[in-house]
């Protein structure tokens, strides 16, 4: 049978602050009129981020009410985009990359060095002291210094080798503060020390 309608969105306790209901009709208003259905991501976040780090079907349904949608779409953005997290994590959540550069470069031993650091079994876990989560995604867009994890949505740490991914996690479980960025001493993506040269080199 063919469903045509939806229910409609019950968002029980859950409402935006009165600083995230702001901000959250400052990013409806970036998008024509009628078009208020664009900014579900950012609301999605903005609930996220208010709810401690994950969202459940409350939170779906607040943000589905906010933006006259039907709570299914919202559930389909939640569900497909990696920065929305529908259950719990660890403290630091680690996203480790495996598309196709941090994959030729060594991502399947940097995940496999994570887990066991965390003391994880599986992708998606979170180890017993409830401070890691270590998650397997898509493309992260730092392909020039693959392999990479981000912590955190927030801190890259790129140029990764096994040894250099654990001592981050170990640096996160003493409570240090770990310098995102490469590991392996060059500032961005620049070319490594021994190869770099310029048009003029090249020129004579």
Same mark, same amino acid.
């Given at each position: ?9 019950? !968002? ?14 400052? *990013?409806?208003?970036? *998008? ?5 259905? =664009?900014? #579900? ?21 607040? #943000? ?14 939640? =569900? ?15 996203? #480790?990359?495996?598309?196709?550069? &941090?994959?030729?470069?060594? !991502? ?5 060095? &994570? ?19 270590? !998650?397997?995604?898509? &493309? +992260?867009?730092? &392909? ?6 981000? #912590? ?7 140029? +990764? ?26 500032? =961005? ?10 048009? +003029?080199?090249?020129?004579?």
């Amino acid at each position: 049978m063919k469903v045509t309608s939806y229910r409609k969105p019950d !968002s029980g306790g859950f409402a935006f602050t009165a600083e995230n209901e702001a901000q959250a009709d400052a *990013y409806i208003a970036r *998008y024509p009129e009628g078009r208020q259905a =664009s900014a #579900v991501l950012w609301l999605l976040y903005l609930a996220q981020d208010q709810n401690g780090g994950s969202i459940g079907q409350e939170q779906i349904d607040y #943000v589905a009410a906010y933006l006259g949608m039907a709570p299914i779409r919202v559930h389909e953005v939640a =569900s497909f985009f990696t920065m929305i997290n529908e259950r719990a994590l660890g403290r630091h959540h680690i996203q #480790v990359c495996r598309t196709t550069s &941090c994959w030729l470069r060594g !991502s399947d031993e940097i995940g496999k060095a &994570c887990l066991e650091e965390a003391g994880i079994e599986t992708f998606g876990g979170t180890s017993g002291d409830g401070l890691f989560t270590v !998650s397997e995604v898509e &493309c +992260l867009g730092a &392909c020039a210094n693959a392999p990479m994890f981000q #912590v955190n949505d927030r801190d890259y740490h790129e140029d +990764l080798t096994p040894e250099t991914a654990r001592a981050v996690i170990r640096a996160l479980r003493e409570g240090g503060t770990v310098e995102s960025g490469s590991k392996s001493g060059r500032v =961005s993506s620049e070319p490594p020390a021994d190869s770099r040269r310029t048009l +003029l080199a090249d020129a004579g």
